[in-house]
């Protein structure tokens, strides 16, 4: 039951940082014209850098056994 009750916030988080974009610029249907790029502050994006990322990590994180838990941050500390 723990599981649950970790992956449901981090679906959570992931779906609310997503819809704080409009939809269809983030999927790259709608183009943003010659503006310049602005950086979100506001929502999640204010007390986290990447939310989405953040939520499927946690998610990624608590789906793994413990031998694939070890397994990837074996990886992860190779790859940096």
Do not use: C, W
């Amino acid at each position: 039951h723990f599981k649950i009750i970790v992956i449901i916030p981090a679906i959570a988080v992931m779906a609310a940082a997503f819809f704080s974009f409009d939809i269809r610029e983030f999927l790259g249907i709608k183009q943003k014209g010659n503006t310049a790029p602005v950086i979100t502050k506001h929502g999640l994006y204010g007390l986290v850098r990447h939310p989405i990322y953040l939520g499927g990590f946690i998610f990624f994180l608590i789906l793994t056994t413990d031998a694939a838990l070890a397994q990837f941050l074996g990886y992860l500390i190779l790859a940096l």
